[in-house]
């Protein structure tokens, strides 16, 4: 922690004990990054403190195109807009280029909705008993229920770009190639576990930086 | 309420009943608009009937400018997207011509998520002991916090547009002239608890459809 | 902040951890006024310092009449009365003078009820479809949804008396005056998102401490 | 279920539907007392039968005194003010004669909040780790945490009278000497769950309508 | 639907709506599964109709082992056991037999916790940064988060088996293979969004029932 | 306070910090039991500092039994398995031994689900309007909704042992007799809460170490 870390923590618990009694709690609860998170969000940082900018991120442009996805996504969360805090809601923005893909990837506390913005996309999500798959175009709005594994496809002939929002503040993004291939889970606990061969795990455990 | 509405409840009813016991409960509950809503929600369309449409709407277009605003809003929530129905958001398009403005107004259920998709907008909004005001460009993100009287002005020289997400399945809309001068509230009743004058009531009822 | 205070968070964390392995955590949560808050409420304070003293408010009185609205509300909220911590409840007492009112507001966080104990209230809420207005007597009990603009009149020929319940343990009071002429939003912008004259606006910024 | 009742459902049913797409669905949700409960709440009554008499409940006068306690409570809730349901928030009204009591008793989903109107309180909570008992005066405000045994004991000279809140559309109250001596449990489970001799417990099973 | 469910679809409206003003209705709400569920759980029951049988589930015993993974689990959801209804908690009983594996699963609404009954078992979960992994014996308690991809393999030399409970009154199971390989997702759009081989990929749809 | 627990107290928060911006917020909160707890769990433990160790809980073996009861539980809650912060669960082992018995309890804040391991076990709730009981044998589950009052018997002719499961991450217990008989409130104030005979309550106290 830098000293300017410190000080700031100081200050801010300064400025809302001094102020505690003549403002607000409830309009809104502006995160305080610099204390530990709880289960309901940061504490919040002293009103005296809060100005405009923290209710506003500029600006959600075109992502980095992943490979071998050709696909990226940005995320504006609490941690770079802290007004959100406790307030259940986040954004995003989807870039997919030619022939890209979001792969497979669930939010476990986050129910997921695209809005397209440019190009085709196909979006799909999978239950044990229902595979929806949806083709979308500009303008189209999809939803993805909360946990479910999910993923979008570009199916047209350019780049494709879809806005995104979340139901929480901060939306973890669980990449199954990440959870499977991405650690150092061994090989034979994962071919018991997935049914995958040996073979298959270890050529992407070598592609997405797992061992074992 | 038509033929085919009855029909189509008892069909549903039959549909989930005779499944109940062979299908998820919770991966997702589709809105059986048919039924009342309750409130944590509508009652869950059967699994048996629910279909990839019921995850997505086409499409959200420009909307409709209304006058003296110059602006318009359209809203894809449960009411049009079922698939959101429990989900706790939904999304919107916001489209403010020239010199338009969306007025101040309310979401007495719901934090607003505004995404600047082409033009310049100024967006605030008001608690007793701030105001927040901010001009926004392409890409950029506001938060608009629940219940929180805010507003949206088009600041630039074109037309401007936004998609937005709201943190409820269904945002209402309390636009604060509908509020005020848009029923039967006698004036006096509304002298003694706004301030304004009876003259700029009246003015305003004639406008907006009030009487009283 | 005061070194008692520094003492005093110090101390409550000394207790706190000290007794942490042999003390309940969930029966209730008194709040730690001391320390940020959170979306979910104050940290608790320490149970060896917690005492009968934090469950009781004393005493709810009459409150100062206000000009020129000639009307009073004192609150008791987590802020007063730390035990309400995370309860999701607090109260209050309405004092209208003869002629007075409780002028158009909403509570952004909270359902109220209100009991009438004294007089005559003529209470209202309104929403884009209903106007819901209703002449109450001692005894009677409304109840005002949460974040709905409303609003209190005293229709009798004394004094008026009421005890009011909030769901959440701090209920922000929004009055649309505040929100509108107690600050420097510009009359331009105030004329555009309220329909209001530039004069209308001018008067009560003069009135209500508003400026720009 | 009179015949009325079974032509009120289909009324509201078909109010209801035909009016779905044109009105709000949030901003209120009026309980439909005459279909089944959810764990959310009562399914909502159609906005157009909604008047401005589901929002009120009149009169909350005093209770009639039960004896042997000598006092009274009457409860404002969803089943008889239907606004309140989905709200989280009710009202009651206590009434203690000379040397009454409230008896020790729980509610299992609500907090309660008691503001003294009149006369002298002794209120009182217990947890395993503590006994917090106040004596109350008019105008004291005292909050009893959800689920915890407590009491209220008239500690003055004359009647006392309090205006209560609970957290919950609904508050179950659960008087211990119901729980315990108002059934068929056996004495022996009785004996060995509570410790009570058979002689004590068979006493008051005559007093309460217990058996066994 | 059978004529008898239509019978007891009626009797248990009858039944509701005739006691409605005299019962409690928030004591607990065992889940009436004639009718359709809601986001917060299924309608209550009738009181009149509750019986102990409502809160009781007889009897959890060994599972039948499902092959290839020669493990199974058995369930004790608000399907089977209706007074969970609207308790946010449920159980099951998962037996491994020697060599048996729960494979790679997700409960997208649940967080699960196991206490392990008998023999040896391995369990982990997968995040993007860590993986959780632990050797557990009889007595041991683990906590695999909600939504968290996760695994529990028999890693002793005899049967293994545990008792479970999930945060959620149904625990949907989404077992990755049949999400993967069990329905008919292309094997293209496998391939991109996965990074699986396509010979992988038609491999394990033959044996899990996928076509495409 | 112990140095080191101040020493790790500010590592923790140092680590924290340091990550702050590179690692998830959502997957899991472990509670970081140093720091005072929320309304909604304790702060979280930074990511850097987290282990498989903090899901672990080893090893839940039988309980000591406690006279004159002959019955003992043992409790794994966020306190001992930090894991559990946040997520609304928890479990215990419950041992009774031959005519021995779980008195009357409440949980203020949790559902209790009980699955019988070992012997015979009669268990029952109470609310006013319903006694239900239930003989219980190895394997069965039985569910106490939040808040009852209920117990479990030992009805078999060896020991009984069973798994619970609560709705909470700090399920509190409170036994009856605690309550009533082991603090100092006043004989005359609990006879005339209780309708106790003053014999019996002193009786209880002198074995229950109460007073007054």
């Known amino acids: 922690m ?18 505690a009694t003549t403002t607000s709690v409830n309009d809104f609860c502006v ?19 809060v100005t405009e900018n923290d209710f506003v991120f500029s600006k959600l442009g075109p992502g980095v195109l992943i490979q ?3 696909a990226g996504t940005t995320t504006v969360s609490v941690k770079n807009l802290p007004g959100l805090n406790g307030l259940g809601i986040s954004a995003g ?18 129910t997921e909705l695209l809005i397209v913005s440019q190009g085709q996309i196909t979006a799909g999500f999978i239950t044990p008993t229902k595979l929806i798959v949806k083709n979308l175009n ?20 350019g780049n494709a770009v879809a806005f995104v929002a979340y139901s929480n503040s901060y939306p973890n993004i669980h990449l199954l ?15 018991k576990t997935t049914l995958l061969d040996a073979a298959q795990i270890m050529k992407l455990k070598a592609q997405l930086g797992g061992s074992g």
């Open 177 to 191: 190639d990440i959870l499977l291939f991405g650690n150092n889970l061994s090989t034979p606990t994962l071919e």
């Open 68 to 70: 071998p996805f050709n």
């Open 93 to 110: 923005r989807v870039d997919i280029g030619i022939n890209g893909t979001i792969p497979m990837h669930t939010h476990p506390d986050a």
């Open 138 to 157: 500009p303008g189209d709005v999809f939803v993805f229920p909360q946990g479910l594994l999910h993923f979008q496809v570009n199916s047209g002939v």
């Open 31 to 49: 995160a305080n990054l610099l204390l530990p998170n709880t289960p309901s969000g940061y504490p919040c940082k002293p009103q005296s403190l």
């Open 2 to 19: 830098k000293m300017i870390h410190i000080i700031l923590y100081f200050l801010a618990l300064l400025s809302y004990t001094s102020h």
